[in-house]
């Protein structure tokens, strides 16, 4: 087991690696910009260490400075939380060369599926189920236009390296096809250095499901159910839960055994997760993601799992502490990701913090790196909080969100609190009756955004 774990990171995230470590015995490093010189993850940590100014680019970003970080204080493994770090491959193979563990999938893994056309390819060598597209990437807009015609319309024009909702574009019809493939491809250059884009068949009223999984390294994969994150403002996750509401245990078997079996017979080393569209009780698979995601503790909450832990025992050698048929699911579990942002625009609000009150009680999870005085800095990711909460069934989650969230103090700043407030009221999400394009919808129809 390792000694000294350094946390490539901030935030909650940072703070959540760190509580794992302390639970297993383990020495953590915080590393920070200047900014963040008086965050939560820096005092909790046994160690710190400024990496830079402001910037993300000049801090966290910055692989000589993390690496340095690591042979100064003698960590001999990173955690890289999300974001940031957590799939860049060449990061990966810089820690192999310097003999530092890098805690998440081989840097080959990473690449693979990083790349969005790689990806779709080797999902389907696995027997994955994929969604109808183009072979790979699509050069020209004659090629786009035959591509969109073979497979009938509407369709979405992806980017290859893509995420976070950039460099994509639907057309309705072959009038669309010409502006939606320009712009993706635009978008795609600006935002990844790559204007390669493919071509998927769009589908009108799908859910986002995904599978979490995690390997060994050595051949064994399981899954752990799936989580619902169809809430999603321009293709940002605002709302997730476990189990899925409108899954039936059959089809969660069904797809959770290809994805295990996938895993396993792709080597891969610790957590994972498989995303799909989910339609008409079809699965169609969109991407992966190889490291921990941000609404991992609502799959913690209904398994009684700590993945963070079992990312560090798998990196260690050690192999996972379950089989599959230990997962059995308990109850139903709901997070909601609250942003330091003013409504209606969702503009972001950084400020200080006059004061905060983290909600409590039976099945209750709060996940924040928040404290009354604290100054959340402008330069990062608007993200402040996860509530989760964990109740028998989805009523009682539902209810328990809602009392939770009443109990909730964060004064000094505006967040996005009062959209869930909201959300809760509404018969849609009561029922679990939302597709994709449900929330984009309703703030449409409500705030005008």
């Not at 069904?254 to 895993?263: E, F, L, P, S, T």
């Not at 006059?354 to 330069?379: C, E, F, K, N």
């Amino acid at each position: 087991m390792f000694d000294k774990i350094l946390i490539a990171n901030r935030g909650e995230i940072a703070l959540r690696v760190i509580r794992a470590c302390r639970e297993m015995g383990i020495a953590s490093v915080a590393v920070h910009s200047t900014a963040d010189s008086d965050a939560m993850h820096v005092r909790m940590a046994d160690e710190s260490v400024c990496i830079g100014p402001n910037s993300s680019t000049d801090s966290y970003l910055s692989v000589p400075a993390i690496v340095a970080a690591c042979e100064v204080t003698g960590a001999q493994a990173i955690h890289p939380g999300y974001g940031f770090l957590s799939e860049n491959a060449n990061f990966v193979q810089i820690l192999e060369d310097h003999d530092i563990k890098f805690i998440g999938p081989s840097a080959e893994h990473i690449r693979m599926m990083g790349d969005k056309i790689t990806a779709k390819e080797t999902a389907a060598k696995l027997g994955i189920p994929v969604v109808p597209g183009s072979a790979g990437g699509v050069p020209t807009i004659e090629d786009a236009k035959k591509v969109a015609a073979e497979m009938g319309y509407p369709v979405i024009i992806k980017a290859t390296a893509g995420g976070g909702g950039r460099g994509m574009k639907v057309a309705l019809n072959e009038d669309e096809i010409e502006s939606a493939f320009r712009t993706a491809r635009s978008e795609s250059k600006a935002a990844f250095g790559n204007d390669e884009v493919y071509i998927e068949k769009y589908l009108q009223r799908p859910r986002h499901i995904e599978i979490q999984v995690f390997g060994d390294g050595k051949g064994r994969g399981v899954h752990l159910g799936e989580r619902d994150c169809s809430l999603q403002r321009r293709h940002q996750k605002v709302f997730e839960e476990a189990p899925g509401p409108c899954i039936t245990p059959e089809e969660r078997a069904r797809i959770g055994k290809i994805c295990a079996d996938a895993i396993g017979q792709m080597g891969y080393a610790g957590a994972g997760t498989i995303e799909f569209l989910y339609e008409d009780g079809e699965f169609y698979f969109i991407e992966m993601n190889t490291r921990l995601q941000v609404e991992h503790p609502v799959t913690e909450a209904i398994f009684g799992v700590d993945l963070v832990r079992q990312q560090i025992m798998v990196a260690a050698g050690l192999g996972m502490e379950f089989e599959q048929d230990d997962l059995q699911i308990n109850g139903h579990a709901i997070e909601v990701r609250i942003n330091a942002e003013k409504l209606p625009n969702f503009s972001p609000c950084p400020g200080k913090i006059t004061a905060y009150h983290a909600p409590g009680g039976l099945g209750v999870r709060m996940d924040s790196a928040l404290y009354t005085g604290y100054s959340i800095p402008p330069y990062y990711d608007s993200l402040i909080a996860k509530l989760i909460v964990h109740g028998r069934d989805r009523p009682e989650a539902l209810a328990r969100l809602h009392r939770a969230l009443g109990e909730l103090i964060v004064d000094g700043i505006d967040t996005t609190v009062p959209l869930f407030d909201a959300l809760l009221q509404e018969p849609d999400v009561q029922s679990g009756n939302y597709s994709i394009h449900w929330l984009e919808k309703w703030l449409e129809r409500n705030f005008g955004k």
